[in-house]
């Protein structure tokens, strides 16, 4: 056992002396031994150097008080509120009276085994758990938990999601499905096909966003937080300017209820429906964005485009659907051989094909 360094409960203190040559003790927050000799190794430096170490004192809130400001912070903030405030709650009924500071890595994880037992899928559960480490990250600005408790949460890592799908129709299936949707449902599913806009983006569209003159579907409030805009090809705009798309002078939405006026806060019902009556199986709302995203790549569109299109915010994001564009690549060592030895591959091939003959 290091000197200075003891326990009390499942938190580690440590001990030293301070300018004024007299004992001081601090609870480190940790229940990490290696935590406590990090912090204590701090403080001996500081004083070492003749600064005194400020130690605040942070009153013991707990989960319940920092979900409360957490909704709060995030409404208006974030367009995924209503989703985090949902995933929260459930939260809030493991950990509501749980002091901040008892968070520890074991615990976290406990929470991702819990979900894998429920059969939460990876992408679902580090979703939730990301959440959870978001909100610690707010905890440790507002001084309601020290950054030990944030590191011990940190350390608990993502689960990787082997199976990471990417769904796409073919024009066939897209003309299908099309054909068996509903009258309200279809100009959202062309929308989506054509712009390839997230479904919230879609049903809460405005017609003061969309742009006929110069061609535009403005964004503001993204989910990554920044504008983006969205070129309108023919098909969007002999959709808007259809009649039977009725734009009414007292309700702002494009897609909208008849009977409420209220812009839908759902279509998943009448998808499936679509879908059924398609034939089409094992698809979701979101891959007509894939879909969008796919044909953009298969038809030679680069791939920085299309995450400017997608709204991405790192590139990464859509270097999924470069696998589609393999002639690009073909095109890309092509240039290169040229350019190296003055003869293409597809010289070259040709050459090899007539000495086989």
């Known amino acids: 056992m290091a000197t200075g360094i003891y326990k009390r409960g499942k938190v580690w203190w440590i001990r030293y002396t301070g300018l004024d040559g007299k004992q001081k003790r601090e609870a480190t927050g940790s229940d990490s031994f290696k935590d406590a000799e990090i912090k204590l190794a701090d403080r001996k430096n500081a004083i070492g150097k003749g600064e005194e170490p400020e130690i605040k004192r942070i009153p013991n809130h707990s989960f319940r008080e920092l979900s409360e400001r957490y909704l709060s912070w995030i409404q208006g903030r974030q367009r995924s509120a209503r989703t985090k405030g949902y995933i929260i709650g459930q939260l809030l009924s493991l950990y509501g009276d749980i002091p901040l500071k008892r968070f520890s890595t074991s615990l976290v994880d406990q929470l991702q085994t819990d979900l894998i037992s429920k059969g939460y899928k990876p992408a679902s559960n580090n979703k939730i758990t990301n959440i959870v480490k978001h909100m610690f990250n707010k905890a440790v600005e507002w001084e309601m938990v020290g950054s030990e408790t944030l590191k011990r949460i940190r350390k608990v890592k993502p689960l990787r999601d082997e199976g990471k799908r990417l769904r796409y129709l073919s024009i066939e299936e897209c ?94 019902r009448s998808f499936n429906t679509a879908l059924r009556k398609a034939k089409i199986r094992d698809f979701h709302f979101h891959d007509l964005r894939h879909t969008f995203a796919s044909h953009l790549v298969m038809s030679g569109v680069d791939i920085t485009t299309v995450s400017r299109l997608l709204g991405h915010k790192s590139l990464s994001m859509t270097l999924r659907y470069s696998h589609l564009a393999p002639s690009h690549m073909v095109k890309a060592v092509d240039v290169l051989d040229t350019v190296l030895n003055g003869k293409t591959i597809s010289t070259k091939l040709a050459q090899f094909e007539s000495v086989g003959r």
């Open 175 to 268: 003309n299908t499905l099309i054909n068996t949707c509903d009258n309200h449902l279809k100009p959202i599913v062309v929308t989506a096909l054509n712009a390839g806009m997230r479904k919230g983006e879609i049903l809460n569209l405005k017609w003061e966003q969309v742009d006929l003159k110069h061609g535009f579907i403005l964004l503001d409030r993204t989910k990554n937080g920044e504008r983006r805009e969205i070129p309108i090809n023919k098909t969007l705009e002999a959709l808007f300017l259809d009649k039977n798309l009725i734009r009414r002078i007292d309700i702002p939405y494009v897609f909208y209820g008849a009977i409420t006026g209220n812009p839908y806060q759902e279509v998943k």
